[in-house]
Protein backbone atom coordinates (compact mmCIF):
# COMPACT_ATOMS: atom_id res chain seq x y z
CA UNK A 1 0.00 0.00 0.00
CA UNK A 2 1.41 3.53 -0.37
CA UNK A 3 0.09 6.55 1.13
CA UNK A 4 0.47 10.37 0.81
CA UNK A 5 -0.35 13.20 -1.70
CA UNK A 6 -1.87 11.97 -4.87
CA UNK A 7 -3.04 13.97 -8.24
CA UNK A 8 -6.12 13.89 -9.22
CA UNK A 9 -5.77 12.18 -12.17
CA UNK A 10 -4.03 9.42 -10.88
CA UNK A 11 -6.52 8.93 -7.82
CA UNK A 12 -9.06 6.68 -9.19
CA UNK A 13 -9.56 3.80 -6.55
CA UNK A 14 -7.31 5.60 -3.97
CA UNK A 15 -9.00 5.61 -0.77
CA UNK A 16 -9.18 8.82 1.06
CA UNK A 17 -7.28 9.06 4.12
CA UNK A 18 -9.56 12.38 5.44
CA UNK A 19 -12.57 13.75 4.81
CA UNK A 20 -12.84 15.86 1.39
CA UNK A 21 -15.16 18.60 -0.20
CA UNK A 22 -16.09 19.13 -3.74
CA UNK A 23 -18.44 22.21 -3.37
CA UNK A 24 -21.63 20.91 -1.55
CA UNK A 25 -20.45 17.35 -2.25
CA UNK A 26 -18.42 16.01 0.98
CA UNK A 27 -15.93 12.38 0.36
CA UNK A 28 -15.82 11.16 3.57
CA UNK A 29 -12.94 9.20 5.58
CA UNK A 30 -12.50 5.97 3.85
CA UNK A 31 -14.20 6.65 0.78
CA UNK A 32 -12.47 4.98 -2.32
CA UNK A 33 -12.98 7.33 -5.59
CA UNK A 34 -14.80 6.57 -8.62
CA UNK A 35 -13.88 8.59 -11.62
CA UNK A 36 -16.99 10.83 -11.35
CA UNK A 37 -15.50 11.90 -7.82
CA UNK A 38 -12.15 12.68 -9.42
CA UNK A 39 -14.46 15.21 -12.01
CA UNK A 40 -16.42 16.67 -9.26
CA UNK A 41 -12.49 17.35 -6.91
CA UNK A 42 -11.55 18.81 -10.20
CA UNK A 43 -14.43 21.31 -10.66
CA UNK A 44 -14.28 22.05 -7.18
CA UNK A 45 -10.46 22.69 -7.87
CA UNK A 46 -9.17 19.96 -6.09
CA UNK A 47 -5.56 19.29 -7.44
CA UNK A 48 -4.34 16.57 -5.27
CA UNK A 49 -5.67 14.43 -2.28
CA UNK A 50 -4.23 12.66 0.55
CA UNK A 51 -5.28 8.98 0.09
CA UNK A 52 -3.82 4.96 0.14
CA UNK A 53 -3.55 2.96 -3.03
CA UNK A 54 -3.74 -0.57 -2.85
CA UNK A 55 -1.15 -2.74 -4.34
CA UNK A 56 -2.25 -6.14 -6.44
CA UNK A 57 -1.25 -8.28 -3.09
CA UNK A 58 -3.33 -5.29 -0.20
CA UNK A 59 -6.42 -6.73 1.16
CA UNK A 60 -8.58 -3.64 2.66
CA UNK A 61 -9.39 -2.77 6.00
CA UNK A 62 -12.21 -5.19 6.03
CA UNK A 63 -11.70 -7.74 4.06
CA UNK A 64 -8.44 -8.05 6.22
CA UNK A 65 -10.46 -8.03 9.40
CA UNK A 66 -13.02 -10.14 8.45
CA UNK A 67 -10.29 -13.38 7.27
CA UNK A 68 -8.98 -13.03 10.83
CA UNK A 69 -11.58 -12.91 12.59
CA UNK A 70 -13.39 -15.60 10.74
CA UNK A 71 -9.79 -17.67 11.77
CA UNK A 72 -10.00 -17.95 14.96
CA UNK A 73 -10.78 -20.96 16.84
CA UNK A 74 -13.79 -20.13 19.36
CA UNK A 75 -16.86 -21.11 21.21
CA UNK A 76 -20.10 -19.66 22.03
CA UNK A 77 -19.10 -16.41 20.14
CA UNK A 78 -19.84 -14.49 16.97
CA UNK A 79 -18.53 -12.17 14.94
CA UNK A 80 -20.09 -9.08 13.53
CA UNK A 81 -19.94 -7.79 10.02
CA UNK A 82 -16.73 -5.49 8.95
CA UNK A 83 -16.97 -1.83 9.72
CA UNK A 84 -13.68 0.66 8.55
CA UNK A 85 -11.44 -2.16 9.56
CA UNK A 86 -13.07 -3.72 12.10
CA UNK A 87 -14.90 -6.81 13.01
CA UNK A 88 -16.31 -7.20 16.73
CA UNK A 89 -17.22 -10.40 18.36
CA UNK A 90 -19.94 -11.05 20.98
CA UNK A 91 -20.47 -13.51 23.45
CA UNK A 92 -23.76 -15.68 22.35
CA UNK A 93 -24.23 -17.39 25.88
CA UNK A 94 -23.71 -15.99 29.23
CA UNK A 95 -20.94 -17.20 31.54
CA UNK A 96 -17.14 -17.38 31.92
CA UNK A 97 -14.31 -15.96 28.92
CA UNK A 98 -11.51 -17.85 28.28
CA UNK A 99 -8.62 -16.93 26.06
CA UNK A 100 -4.98 -18.62 24.79
CA UNK A 101 -2.73 -15.38 25.50
CA UNK A 102 -0.22 -17.30 23.58
CA UNK A 103 -2.44 -17.26 20.41
CA UNK A 104 -3.45 -13.68 20.88
CA UNK A 105 0.54 -12.80 21.49
CA UNK A 106 1.31 -14.67 18.33
CA UNK A 107 -1.16 -12.91 16.05
CA UNK A 108 -0.35 -8.86 17.77
CA UNK A 109 3.92 -9.98 16.82
CA UNK A 110 3.15 -10.22 13.09
CA UNK A 111 2.76 -6.50 11.83
CA UNK A 112 1.62 -3.67 13.79
CA UNK A 113 -1.21 -3.38 11.36
CA UNK A 114 -2.56 -6.10 12.80
CA UNK A 115 -4.10 -6.34 15.89
CA UNK A 116 -6.26 -8.18 18.33
CA UNK A 117 -7.49 -7.32 21.79
CA UNK A 118 -9.81 -9.40 24.41
CA UNK A 119 -11.53 -9.44 27.63
CA UNK A 120 -9.34 -10.97 31.18
CA UNK A 121 -9.19 -14.32 31.16
CA UNK A 122 -12.46 -15.67 33.34
CA UNK A 123 -14.10 -12.32 32.98
CA UNK A 124 -17.79 -13.01 33.40
CA UNK A 125 -20.21 -11.93 30.27
CA UNK A 126 -23.53 -11.49 29.04
CA UNK A 127 -24.91 -13.20 26.04
CA UNK A 128 -24.35 -10.36 23.13
CA UNK A 129 -21.63 -8.64 25.02
CA UNK A 130 -18.40 -7.99 23.40
CA UNK A 131 -15.57 -9.56 24.30
CA UNK A 132 -12.76 -9.80 21.33
CA UNK A 133 -11.75 -6.94 18.40
CA UNK A 134 -10.12 -7.70 15.62
CA UNK A 135 -8.72 -4.28 14.08
CA UNK A 136 -6.81 -3.71 11.04
CA UNK A 137 -4.78 0.10 11.38
CA UNK A 138 -3.96 0.93 7.91
CA UNK A 139 -6.69 1.18 4.79
CA UNK A 140 -5.08 -2.16 3.41
CA UNK A 141 -2.69 -4.83 4.97
CA UNK A 142 -0.46 -7.33 2.99
CA UNK A 143 -2.39 -10.24 1.86
CA UNK A 144 0.87 -12.26 3.02
CA UNK A 145 0.31 -10.71 6.52
CA UNK A 146 -3.20 -11.37 7.16
CA UNK A 147 -2.50 -15.31 5.93
CA UNK A 148 0.20 -15.57 8.55
CA UNK A 149 -2.29 -14.13 11.08
CA UNK A 150 -5.27 -16.91 10.11
CA UNK A 151 -2.28 -19.40 10.68
CA UNK A 152 -1.73 -18.29 14.20
CA UNK A 153 -5.15 -18.24 15.06
CA UNK A 154 -5.92 -21.52 13.78
CA UNK A 155 -3.22 -23.04 16.60
CA UNK A 156 -5.85 -23.68 18.83
CA UNK A 157 -9.08 -22.53 20.51
CA UNK A 158 -8.12 -18.89 20.91
CA UNK A 159 -10.99 -18.29 22.83
CA UNK A 160 -14.51 -19.03 24.21
CA UNK A 161 -17.10 -18.51 26.70
CA UNK A 162 -17.68 -20.86 28.94
CA UNK A 163 -21.59 -21.05 29.61
CA UNK A 164 -23.35 -20.98 33.03
CA UNK A 165 -25.70 -23.86 33.87
CA UNK A 166 -28.45 -23.24 36.41
CA UNK A 167 -26.84 -24.81 40.50
CA UNK A 168 -29.01 -25.63 43.12
CA UNK A 169 -27.31 -23.41 45.50
CA UNK A 170 -27.24 -24.52 49.84
CA UNK A 171 -27.30 -21.39 51.97
CA UNK A 172 -25.42 -21.69 55.53
CA UNK A 173 -25.77 -18.25 57.32
CA UNK A 174 -23.88 -18.85 61.23
CA UNK A 175 -25.19 -17.02 63.78
CA UNK A 176 -24.04 -15.49 66.91
CA UNK A 177 -25.65 -13.21 69.93
CA UNK A 178 -26.62 -9.57 68.57
CA UNK A 179 -26.75 -10.99 64.92
CA UNK A 180 -29.49 -8.95 63.19
CA UNK A 181 -32.04 -11.17 60.98
CA UNK A 182 -32.34 -8.15 58.92
CA UNK A 183 -28.28 -8.10 57.80
CA UNK A 184 -28.88 -12.53 56.84
CA UNK A 185 -32.03 -11.38 54.98
CA UNK A 186 -30.46 -8.93 52.97
CA UNK A 187 -27.07 -11.20 52.91
CA UNK A 188 -29.70 -13.96 51.44
CA UNK A 189 -31.50 -11.50 48.80
CA UNK A 190 -27.52 -10.53 47.45
CA UNK A 191 -26.61 -13.77 47.24
CA UNK A 192 -29.91 -14.74 44.98
CA UNK A 193 -28.60 -11.83 42.83
CA UNK A 194 -25.62 -12.93 42.07
CA UNK A 195 -27.39 -16.26 41.28
CA UNK A 196 -29.55 -14.92 38.93
CA UNK A 197 -26.97 -14.59 35.96
CA UNK A 198 -26.64 -17.87 35.48
CA UNK A 199 -30.84 -18.81 36.41
CA UNK A 200 -29.27 -20.55 39.92
CA UNK A 201 -31.28 -20.62 42.76
CA UNK A 202 -30.95 -20.79 46.66
CA UNK A 203 -32.46 -24.74 46.88
CA UNK A 204 -32.63 -24.05 50.77
CA UNK A 205 -31.23 -21.90 53.59
CA UNK A 206 -30.13 -22.58 57.34
CA UNK A 207 -28.76 -20.32 60.18
CA UNK A 208 -27.51 -22.44 62.38
CA UNK A 209 -25.31 -21.21 65.75
CA UNK A 210 -21.80 -20.12 65.05
CA UNK A 211 -20.72 -23.37 66.13
CA UNK A 212 -18.21 -26.38 64.13
CA UNK A 213 -20.72 -29.10 65.01
CA UNK A 214 -23.50 -27.21 64.20
CA UNK A 215 -22.48 -25.95 60.72
CA UNK A 216 -21.41 -30.16 59.90
CA UNK A 217 -24.78 -30.75 60.85
CA UNK A 218 -26.34 -28.05 58.81
CA UNK A 219 -23.60 -28.73 55.31
CA UNK A 220 -25.04 -32.72 55.79
CA UNK A 221 -28.69 -31.73 55.87
CA UNK A 222 -28.09 -29.69 52.68
CA UNK A 223 -25.95 -31.53 50.68
CA UNK A 224 -28.78 -33.86 48.90
CA UNK A 225 -30.38 -30.98 47.51
CA UNK A 226 -27.36 -28.96 46.00
CA UNK A 227 -24.66 -28.82 43.68
CA UNK A 228 -22.85 -26.31 45.83
CA UNK A 229 -23.06 -24.90 49.23
CA UNK A 230 -22.18 -21.14 50.54
CA UNK A 231 -21.51 -20.98 54.39
CA UNK A 232 -21.26 -17.54 55.91
CA UNK A 233 -19.82 -17.28 59.41
CA UNK A 234 -20.82 -14.85 61.62
CA UNK A 235 -17.65 -14.05 62.80
CA UNK A 236 -14.63 -13.73 60.22
CA UNK A 237 -12.07 -16.75 59.52
CA UNK A 238 -8.97 -16.09 61.08
CA UNK A 239 -7.56 -19.62 61.78
CA UNK A 240 -7.66 -22.89 59.19
CA UNK A 241 -8.95 -24.56 62.50
CA UNK A 242 -11.74 -21.89 62.83
CA UNK A 243 -15.19 -22.45 63.09
CA UNK A 244 -16.62 -22.87 59.12
CA UNK A 245 -13.39 -24.82 57.86
CA UNK A 246 -13.37 -26.75 61.11
CA UNK A 247 -17.32 -27.38 60.19
CA UNK A 248 -16.47 -28.44 56.82
CA UNK A 249 -14.03 -31.28 57.96
CA UNK A 250 -16.47 -32.91 60.74
CA UNK A 251 -19.05 -32.61 58.35
CA UNK A 252 -16.72 -35.51 56.05
CA UNK A 253 -15.70 -32.89 53.81
CA UNK A 254 -12.27 -31.38 52.93
CA UNK A 255 -10.51 -27.96 53.30
CA UNK A 256 -8.07 -27.30 50.39
CA UNK A 257 -7.39 -23.95 50.93
CA UNK A 258 -7.71 -21.00 53.31
CA UNK A 259 -7.26 -17.42 52.67
CA UNK A 260 -6.76 -15.94 48.90
CA UNK A 261 -4.56 -13.09 47.26
CA UNK A 262 -7.80 -11.08 46.12
CA UNK A 263 -9.13 -8.26 48.67
CA UNK A 264 -11.45 -7.89 49.48
CA UNK A 265 -11.74 -11.38 49.39
CA UNK A 266 -9.31 -13.12 51.37
CA UNK A 267 -11.09 -14.37 53.92
CA UNK A 268 -13.02 -17.34 51.95
CA UNK A 269 -12.06 -20.94 52.28
CA UNK A 270 -11.99 -23.62 49.63
CA UNK A 271 -13.49 -27.07 50.34
CA UNK A 272 -15.62 -28.99 49.05
CA UNK A 273 -17.85 -32.78 50.00
CA UNK A 274 -18.07 -36.03 47.81
CA UNK A 275 -16.99 -33.52 44.90
CA UNK A 276 -19.52 -30.70 45.53
CA UNK A 277 -17.85 -27.36 45.85
CA UNK A 278 -18.50 -26.21 49.59
CA UNK A 279 -17.15 -22.37 50.14
CA UNK A 280 -16.59 -20.77 53.34
CA UNK A 281 -17.87 -16.88 52.04
CA UNK A 282 -15.92 -13.63 53.15
CA UNK A 283 -17.66 -11.11 54.56
CA UNK A 284 -17.55 -8.77 52.03
CA UNK A 285 -19.98 -11.01 49.88
CA UNK A 286 -22.87 -9.78 51.94
CA UNK A 287 -22.56 -6.71 49.85
CA UNK A 288 -23.03 -6.77 45.86
CA UNK A 289 -19.69 -5.18 45.55
CA UNK A 290 -17.17 -7.42 43.47
CA UNK A 291 -14.80 -9.21 45.13
CA UNK A 292 -12.78 -12.32 45.61
CA UNK A 293 -15.29 -14.40 45.97
CA UNK A 294 -17.10 -13.75 42.62
CA UNK A 295 -14.04 -14.62 40.69
CA UNK A 296 -14.72 -17.98 42.11
CA UNK A 297 -18.30 -18.57 41.97
CA UNK A 298 -18.52 -17.68 38.18
CA UNK A 299 -15.76 -20.34 37.57
CA UNK A 300 -18.13 -22.85 39.79
CA UNK A 301 -21.01 -21.87 37.93
CA UNK A 302 -19.87 -22.18 34.30
CA UNK A 303 -18.47 -25.82 35.64
CA UNK A 304 -14.88 -25.64 36.06
CA UNK A 305 -12.93 -26.93 38.67
CA UNK A 306 -10.96 -24.00 41.14
CA UNK A 307 -7.69 -25.48 42.19
CA UNK A 308 -5.93 -24.24 45.41
CA UNK A 309 -3.44 -23.04 42.58
CA UNK A 310 -5.81 -21.50 41.06
CA UNK A 311 -6.68 -19.14 43.59
CA UNK A 312 -2.93 -18.79 44.57
CA UNK A 313 -2.34 -17.39 40.93
CA UNK A 314 -5.29 -14.17 41.33
CA UNK A 315 -2.85 -12.11 43.53
CA UNK A 316 -1.97 -9.91 40.05
CA UNK A 317 -5.02 -7.95 39.63
CA UNK A 318 -6.37 -9.44 42.46
CA UNK A 319 -6.27 -5.75 44.69
CA UNK A 320 -10.09 -4.43 43.66
CA UNK A 321 -10.96 -1.74 45.95
CA UNK A 322 -11.17 -0.55 48.83
CA UNK A 323 -14.38 -0.97 51.10
CA UNK A 324 -16.09 1.87 52.75
CA UNK A 325 -17.88 0.14 55.61
CA UNK A 326 -14.59 -1.62 56.56
CA UNK A 327 -13.66 -0.96 60.38
CA UNK A 328 -10.25 -0.49 59.99
CA UNK A 329 -8.62 0.85 56.50
CA UNK A 330 -5.49 -0.59 55.33
CA UNK A 331 -3.60 2.88 55.51
CA UNK A 332 -4.66 5.05 59.13
CA UNK A 333 -5.19 8.18 58.01
CA UNK A 334 -5.36 11.72 60.27
CA UNK A 335 -9.49 11.61 60.98
CA UNK A 336 -9.86 15.76 60.42
CA UNK A 337 -11.19 17.45 63.74
CA UNK A 338 -14.71 17.67 61.00
CA UNK A 339 -15.71 16.10 57.83
CA UNK A 340 -16.31 19.04 55.68
CA UNK A 341 -19.47 19.07 53.07
CA UNK A 342 -19.83 20.30 50.07
CA UNK A 343 -22.86 21.46 47.86
CA UNK A 344 -23.17 20.66 44.67
CA UNK A 345 -25.91 22.55 43.35
CA UNK A 346 -27.27 21.25 39.98
CA UNK A 347 -28.06 23.86 37.52
CA UNK A 348 -27.65 22.50 34.20
CA UNK A 349 -31.20 21.38 33.41
CA UNK A 350 -33.38 22.23 30.33
CA UNK A 351 -36.54 22.75 31.82
CA UNK A 352 -38.11 20.81 28.76
CA UNK A 353 -41.18 20.87 30.02
CA UNK A 354 -41.47 24.67 30.61
CA UNK A 355 -42.09 25.52 26.79
CA UNK A 356 -39.06 28.03 25.64
CA UNK A 357 -38.63 29.29 29.35
CA UNK A 358 -35.67 28.21 31.34
CA UNK A 359 -37.31 27.74 35.24
CA UNK A 360 -34.29 28.39 37.27
CA UNK A 361 -34.55 31.78 36.21
CA UNK A 362 -38.40 32.19 37.22
CA UNK A 363 -38.83 35.02 39.47
CA UNK A 364 -39.39 33.94 43.24
CA UNK A 365 -39.76 36.84 45.59
CA UNK A 366 -37.88 39.01 43.37
CA UNK A 367 -34.85 36.85 42.68
CA UNK A 368 -34.10 34.22 40.05
CA UNK A 369 -35.13 30.32 41.61
CA UNK A 370 -31.19 29.33 41.13
CA UNK A 371 -29.95 32.31 43.10
CA UNK A 372 -32.60 31.49 46.25
CA UNK A 373 -31.34 28.25 46.27
CA UNK A 374 -27.70 29.20 45.53
CA UNK A 375 -28.48 31.83 48.49
CA UNK A 376 -29.65 29.14 50.94
CA UNK A 377 -27.13 27.02 50.64
CA UNK A 378 -24.35 29.90 50.84
CA UNK A 379 -25.86 30.44 54.93
CA UNK A 380 -25.61 26.77 55.22
CA UNK A 381 -23.15 24.64 57.67
CA UNK A 382 -21.72 23.71 54.04
CA UNK A 383 -17.54 24.19 53.41
CA UNK A 384 -18.02 25.27 50.35
CA UNK A 385 -20.30 25.15 47.07
CA UNK A 386 -20.05 24.49 43.60
CA UNK A 387 -22.83 25.15 40.86
CA UNK A 388 -23.54 23.11 37.93
CA UNK A 389 -24.19 24.99 34.95
CA UNK A 390 -25.23 23.86 31.20
CA UNK A 391 -27.90 24.86 29.70
CA UNK A 392 -28.00 28.60 28.88
CA UNK A 393 -25.19 28.71 31.26
CA UNK A 394 -24.14 32.34 30.62
CA UNK A 395 -27.68 33.28 31.89
CA UNK A 396 -27.76 31.15 34.41
CA UNK A 397 -24.21 32.28 36.06
CA UNK A 398 -25.38 35.87 35.68
CA UNK A 399 -28.54 35.32 38.37
CA UNK A 400 -25.29 34.17 40.22
CA UNK A 401 -23.46 36.85 40.09
CA UNK A 402 -21.75 38.21 43.17
CA UNK A 403 -22.10 35.20 45.36
CA UNK A 404 -19.34 33.36 46.85
CA UNK A 405 -20.25 29.96 44.73
CA UNK A 406 -18.06 28.13 42.71
CA UNK A 407 -19.10 26.97 39.31
CA UNK A 408 -17.88 24.36 36.89
CA UNK A 409 -19.83 23.96 33.77
CA UNK A 410 -20.81 20.73 31.82
CA UNK A 411 -21.05 20.63 28.19
CA UNK A 412 -22.38 17.42 28.00
CA UNK A 413 -25.76 18.58 30.13
CA UNK A 414 -28.09 17.25 27.19
CA UNK A 415 -27.26 13.56 28.19
CA UNK A 416 -28.79 13.63 31.31
CA UNK A 417 -27.99 14.33 35.31
CA UNK A 418 -25.58 12.05 35.78
CA UNK A 419 -23.16 14.03 33.47
CA UNK A 420 -24.15 16.98 35.86
CA UNK A 421 -23.27 15.29 38.51
CA UNK A 422 -19.87 13.84 37.56
CA UNK A 423 -18.86 17.48 36.57
CA UNK A 424 -20.14 18.79 39.96
CA UNK A 425 -18.06 15.64 41.97
CA UNK A 426 -14.93 16.53 39.99
CA UNK A 427 -15.22 20.24 40.82
CA UNK A 428 -15.18 19.18 44.69
CA UNK A 429 -11.52 19.99 46.73
CA UNK A 430 -9.65 17.14 47.65
CA UNK A 431 -10.93 17.67 51.52
CA UNK A 432 -14.37 17.17 50.76
CA UNK A 433 -15.67 14.47 53.16
CA UNK A 434 -18.80 14.39 51.40
CA UNK A 435 -21.16 16.32 49.05
CA UNK A 436 -24.86 17.50 49.18
CA UNK A 437 -26.31 17.02 46.17
CA UNK A 438 -29.06 19.70 45.98
CA UNK A 439 -31.35 20.65 43.34
CA UNK A 440 -32.27 23.78 41.84
CA UNK A 441 -35.76 23.27 41.47
CA UNK A 442 -36.46 22.71 45.03
CA UNK A 443 -38.01 25.69 46.66
CA UNK A 444 -39.42 23.86 49.52
CA UNK A 445 -35.76 23.28 50.92
CA UNK A 446 -34.54 25.64 53.40
CA UNK A 447 -31.10 26.76 55.00
CA UNK A 448 -32.26 24.78 58.19
CA UNK A 449 -32.87 21.78 56.48
CA UNK A 450 -30.19 21.69 54.41
CA UNK A 451 -27.91 22.14 57.68
CA UNK A 452 -29.51 19.29 59.61
CA UNK A 453 -28.49 17.13 56.77
CA UNK A 454 -25.23 18.09 57.35
CA UNK A 455 -25.07 18.14 61.15
CA UNK A 456 -26.37 14.10 60.71
CA UNK A 457 -23.70 13.28 58.04
CA UNK A 458 -21.10 14.83 60.76
CA UNK A 459 -22.48 12.39 63.35
CA UNK A 460 -21.74 9.99 61.33
CA UNK A 461 -18.19 10.86 61.18
CA UNK A 462 -18.56 11.18 57.53
CA UNK A 463 -19.15 7.69 56.08
CA UNK A 464 -22.24 7.32 55.70
CA UNK A 465 -25.14 8.36 52.94
CA UNK A 466 -28.16 11.13 54.87
CA UNK A 467 -31.05 11.56 52.64
CA UNK A 468 -33.76 13.67 52.73
CA UNK A 469 -37.50 12.32 53.29
CA UNK A 470 -41.27 12.93 53.28
CA UNK A 471 -43.49 10.79 55.06
CA UNK A 472 -40.75 8.28 55.03
CA UNK A 473 -40.42 8.10 51.31
CA UNK A 474 -36.81 8.92 49.56
CA UNK A 475 -36.65 12.55 48.46
CA UNK A 476 -34.04 15.04 48.12
CA UNK A 477 -31.50 16.36 48.55
CA UNK A 478 -28.76 13.76 49.33
CA UNK A 479 -25.47 13.74 51.32
CA UNK A 480 -22.59 11.04 49.33
CA UNK A 481 -19.71 10.71 51.72
CA UNK A 482 -16.40 10.65 49.11
CA UNK A 483 -15.80 6.94 49.49
CA UNK A 484 -18.51 6.73 47.07
CA UNK A 485 -17.12 9.63 44.72
CA UNK A 486 -15.60 7.19 42.43
CA UNK A 487 -18.64 5.64 41.62
CA UNK A 488 -20.68 8.73 40.54
CA UNK A 489 -18.16 8.09 37.56
CA UNK A 490 -19.75 4.58 36.44
CA UNK A 491 -22.71 6.91 36.10
CA UNK A 492 -24.34 7.25 32.65
CA UNK A 493 -27.84 9.18 30.93
CA UNK A 494 -30.69 10.47 33.15
CA UNK A 495 -29.29 8.58 36.46
CA UNK A 496 -29.12 10.63 39.60
CA UNK A 497 -27.41 9.35 42.65
CA UNK A 498 -30.45 7.04 44.02
CA UNK A 499 -28.43 4.31 42.11
CA UNK A 500 -25.60 4.65 44.03
CA UNK A 501 -27.52 5.26 47.44
CA UNK A 502 -29.73 1.72 46.93
CA UNK A 503 -26.84 -0.71 46.00
CA UNK A 504 -24.05 1.16 48.56
CA UNK A 505 -22.91 -1.06 51.53
CA UNK A 506 -23.05 1.41 53.24
CA UNK A 507 -25.36 2.94 56.49
CA UNK A 508 -28.22 5.46 54.83
CA UNK A 509 -29.71 7.95 57.64
CA UNK A 510 -32.88 9.44 56.38
CA UNK A 511 -34.12 12.61 57.84
CA UNK A 512 -37.15 13.48 57.39
CA UNK A 513 -38.04 17.31 55.87
CA UNK A 514 -41.31 16.85 54.87
CA UNK A 515 -42.77 18.23 51.57
CA UNK A 516 -39.98 20.09 50.88
CA UNK A 517 -37.79 16.70 50.19
CA UNK A 518 -40.75 16.26 47.25
CA UNK A 519 -41.62 19.49 46.00
CA UNK A 520 -40.05 20.32 42.93
CA UNK A 521 -41.53 22.79 40.16
CA UNK A 522 -40.95 20.45 36.92
CA UNK A 523 -44.08 21.88 35.31
CA UNK A 524 -45.47 25.58 34.79
CA UNK A 525 -48.31 24.97 37.14
CA UNK A 526 -46.24 23.50 39.60
CA UNK A 527 -44.12 26.72 39.43
CA UNK A 528 -47.02 28.81 39.99
CA UNK A 529 -48.34 26.74 42.90
CA UNK A 530 -44.86 27.37 44.49
CA UNK A 531 -44.91 31.02 44.28
CA UNK A 532 -42.97 31.30 41.25
CA UNK A 533 -43.74 33.70 37.86
CA UNK A 534 -41.91 31.97 34.73
CA UNK A 535 -40.78 34.44 32.34
CA UNK A 536 -40.99 33.20 29.10
CA UNK A 537 -37.54 33.25 27.11
Excluded at 10 to 16: C, Q
Excluded at 137 to 143: D, G, L, R
Aim: charged fraction near 25%.
Amino acid sequence: MKFGPIAIENAEGAILAHATHAGEKRFRKAHRLTAEDLKDLAEAGVREVIAASLEPDDLDEDEAARRIAAACRAANVEARPPSTGRVNIHATEAGVFLVDRKIVDAVNGIDPAITLATLNPYAPVEAGQMVATVKIIPFAVAENLVAQAENACRAGDIFFVRPFAPRRVGLIQTTLPGVKASVLDKTARITEARLARSASRIAGELRPPHEAEAVARAIRAQFEDSDILLVFGASAVCDEDDVVPAGIRLAGGDVARVGMPVDPGNLLVLGSLNGKPVLGVPGCARSPKLNGFDWVLDRLLAGMEVRPEDIAGMGVGGLLMEIPTRPQPREARPAPAQAKVWTVLLAAGQSRRMGSANKLLADFGGKPLVRCMAERILKSKAAGSVAVLGHEAEAVRDALSGLEIKTAENLDYATGLASSLKAGIRALPPDAAGALVALSDMPGVKTADLDRLIDAFIAAGGKAIVRATHNGKRGNPVILPRALFAEVERLEGDTGARQIVESAPLDVIDVELGEAASLDVDTPDALRAAGGVLTEG
